[in-house]
Structures are given as C-alpha cells and as structure tokens.
C-alpha cells in the first residue's frame, strides 16, 4: 500500500486493556484500510485476540514488552520501565518505525515520556494538549489542556497556530476561526500576558481568522471553533464542561423515571433523546492529542470502549495524512517573518 502510515500502538494501557485496545483496531482496520499497527505488550495475552481478528490479519506486527505502565503508577517510575509497553511504542516514533502513537494509558506517564523521549518540534516552545468538544454548532476545539500551566504570551500564540492546524486536520475545516479565553470580550479585558498574545495574533498571517477575546459561555456556543488558553484554565473549563453534560444526563433519567407519566413521555421523546445522546457520545471526543511533538501522540480516554479506541486511531490517522507537524513548522516559520515588523510594538505591550 503506497499509502500506508503506521502507527505504534501501546495495547496494554486502559481500564480494559487489551481487550478494548484490540477490539478497537479491528474496528479502525476497516474504516482506516491504509493503516499498519506496530502492537506492543503482552504477547501471551495479546496473540489470541489478534488472532481472532480477520480484519486484523496481515495489518499488524506484535512485539512482545516485559512491562506495563499501569494507571496509578507515578510518572517518575513509568520513565525507568524501559521495556514498558508505552515506551517501547514511543521508542518506535523515534526511530521512524512509525509516524504516531496512540496509548489509552497512565495520562502523566504519556506526557512525559512525549516530552522526553519525543521532544518538541524545532521553532516551538512548548507542546499543547487539545481536544473536541461539543458546542451548539458542532464541534470546537480547545487547548491548552492541562499541559502548561505556566506560560507567556509567545506560547499562547504557538497554541493559537497548533489549533488552527488541528481544526483544518481532525474537523476539515479550511479557515478555523479562533479566540483568547479570557474573563471578557473587551480589549482591556485580561492581564498582560493575554492582551499581548492578542497583539501577536493580530500581526500575524492569522488575524483574519482572529476572533478577539470569548468568553467561558461562547464555548458551548459554538463563538469560534478554536479556543486558546493556558493549562490550568484550560483544564478546569474541560472539567467543569464534562460534569455540567453528566448532571444534564443524571437529571433526564431522574425526571422521566418519577412516575408513570414522566414514562409515558419518554416514549414520545425517545426518539430526540436517542440523537442526543449520540451527539453527545463521549466516544466521539475520545482522544486528546499532544501537539507541537515530533511524532503524532493520541491519548485515548482510560476508561474507553472499542468504539473510543477506534475514534482515537482515527484522530491519529487524519492528522497523519494532512501532515500536521510539516504544517505547524510552515504556520510558525511564517509566523515568525511577519511579525518581525512588529516585533517593537509586541515588546510595549508585552
């Protein structure tokens, strides 16, 4: 296959590993018929599910890892297991073996390993978590998600131009539109910081694409389909955003199960819960990436199903086959060159 992209693939991370992982890929193989999966972890547990898989045969190589980076481990002692089935899958992005990784593993091991072991694309500072999430008109973007919590103006603008990239990659959009987290739409809203990313953003090839400042609400909204903040913040929107969905899901059943009539309604009404709740489906948001790495990382929900699975391997091939890092490394280097008539008036501000 002239096309084929191969990913490594960490089969021993998750609550349900490997049986979710391998079910996973026997989905993504049919609906990714150009992808060649790089297996690593257990071989004994792991042989007799590739082997029952026929949309599996021939598509895949198992290597055989002594370890497992299991979910409560500490980052720290994840870093010493050198034959651990999430390092040894990054080992092979590094080696040029495969072009991505996708791992529904222990969150703070991955990102450290990526960091480490993958290390961060020339001309960026710092990588960035994203992720989908839903919003009345579709789909946004948000970033950073956890992964930086201290930065500077010139990292919330590497986020903006990563963002972009990802809308264009996983959501096909051609000209994402995007905006500054911040506590009000209005200029002098913001510290420092932000009010000087926003001046960088507004000197850059980007700024027709520049919304402005939004606001917490304009997420849910749909304002802009990409949402720029720090780690911290970005980490806590999500957060906030994921209970408010599981409350409204934990209310419906409370108010159509209190009595016989509130039963009879949902008979009526099932057909509009059953499309919400597939829009909703936390399966169609499964897999977080780490962007501005050299070599594609998909972090999959640790509790995730095979359906997630395969969303996260899917993830991980769209932005393999629009050639996002060569993308990233164009956006920064242009970036870079417009600004440089500005540079003046991004230091006052700054």
């Given amino acids: 296959m002239s096309q084929s992209r191969t990913l490594a693939v960490d089969a021993m991370g998750g609550d349900h590993a490997p049986d979710a992982i391998i079910a996973g890929l026997d989905i993504a193989a049919e609906r990714q018929p150009q992808a060649f999966f790089l297996i690593f ?191 911290f913040t970005g980490n806590v929107a999500l957060k906030t955003g994921e209970g408010a969905l599981k409350m409204m899901a934990d209310l419906l059943r409370q108010v159509f199960s209190a009595g016989p009539f509130a039963k009879l309604g949902y008979l009526f009404a099932r057909g509009a819960l059953r499309r919400l709740r597939e829009t909703l489906d936390p399966n169609r948001y499964n897999g977080a990436v780490l962007l501005g790495l050299n070599g594609v990382v998909v972090k999959s929900h640790g509790g995730t199903d095979a359906l997630g699975f395969a969303h996260a391997v899917e993830v991980a091939m769209d932005m393999l086959a629009n050639d996002f890092n060569t993308y990233i490394a164009e956006a920064l280097a242009a970036m870079d060159q417009a600004l440089l008539s500005g540079e003046a008036v991004i230091q006052t501000n700054g």
């Fill in 41 to 231: 972890g257990d071989e004994a547990r792991l042989a007799p599910l590739l082997g029952a898989s026929r949309r599996l045969a021939g598509r895949y190589e198992l290597r055989h890892c002594a370890e497992i980076i299991t979910g409560d481990m500490k980052p720290t002692v994840g870093l010493r297991l050198r034959d651990s089935s999430m390092r040894r899958a990054i080992d092979a992005v590094v080696a040029g073996e495969a072009q991505g990784v996708v791992s529904a593993g222990n969150t703070g091991a991955l990102l450290a390993l990526s960091k480490i072991v993958l290390k961060t694309l020339k001309g960026l500072d710092r990588p960035a978590m994203a992720a989908t999430v839903p919003c009345l008109k579709g789909d946004v973007v948000m970033l950073d998600l956890g992964l930086n919590v201290v930065y500077d103006a010139r990292n919330l603008v590497e986020f903006a131009l990563m963002g972009i990239a990802f809308a264009r990659t996983v959501l096909g959009l051609p000209a994402p539109s995007f905006g500054l987290l911040n506590i009000g739409s209005e200029e002098g809203k913001g510290d420092d910081t932000l009010r000087a990313a926003a001046a960088m953003l507004r000197a850059s090839p980007a700024a027709k694409q520049f919304y402005g400042f939004v606001e917490g609400h304009d997420i849910a909204a749909g304002t802009v389909d990409v949402v720029v903040t720090d780690g």
